[in-house]
């Protein structure tokens, strides 16, 4: 990505509809070393630097638990991406692919997800490793990854269904 709204050769922009409100509320700020998209990871390492995942109130009663897991899945919205490519060149290359065959950050809806390893927590802080996101990149969500989670819930019909 040579910056975040270049059109490459072969790619295809539609008239993307307004966004209308979905209701998502950002419930933090995820801080990383990084102030361009050039400089990120195309995808988090869980070798890679450590990131500070800021969670706001009234948000912060959420995390109580979460220290029990080691690895978090993490949404974040990608808000300097663009929304509107159909068909995108990873490589820039001329070769282009359908937007849901990559997991580029442009998208109809530019949320981005990683599953981090959690190395501490004080607090509304948590830091990890295995992000891939700009500094100051909006927060959607986080959940225990579902390797490490077992349903709290007594089991229901659904869980056992097959075929
Ligand atoms: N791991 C996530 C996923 O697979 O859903 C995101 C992958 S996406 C390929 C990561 C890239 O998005 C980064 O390398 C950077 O170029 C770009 N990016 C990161 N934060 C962004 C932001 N806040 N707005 C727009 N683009 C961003």
């Not at 910056?3 to 539609?14: D, H, P, Q």
């Not at 966004?19 to 869980?46: E, M």
């Not at 897991?69 to 359908?98: C, K, M």
């Amino acid at each position: 990505m040579t910056g975040l709204s270049e059109i490459r050769c072969n790619e295809v922009a539609i008239d993307a509809p307004t966004p209308t409100d979905a209701g998502l509320v950002f419930i933090g700020t995820i801080r990383t070393p990084w102030k361009s998209p050039l400089d990120c990871p195309h995808q988090g390492r869980h070798d890679g630097p450590t990131c500070r995942i800021e969670v706001h109130e009234p948000w912060v009663a959420a995390l109580d638990g979460i220290d029990e897991f080691q690895r978090i899945e993490v949404l974040y919205w990608l808000h300097e991406a663009r929304r509107d490519l159909v068909r995108q060149s990873p490589g820039d290359d001329g070769n282009t692919r359908g937007t849901f065959a990559v997991r580029s950050p442009v998208r109809p809806n530019p949320i981005g997800t990683s599953i981090v390893v959690l190395v501490s927590r004080q607090g509304p802080i948590l830091d990890v490793r295995g992000l891939d996101c700009l500094d100051g990149t909006p927060l959607l969500d986080l959940k225990p990854d579902r390797m490490g989670f077992k349903p709290i819930a007594p089991p229901r019909r659904g869980d056992f269904e097959t075929g």
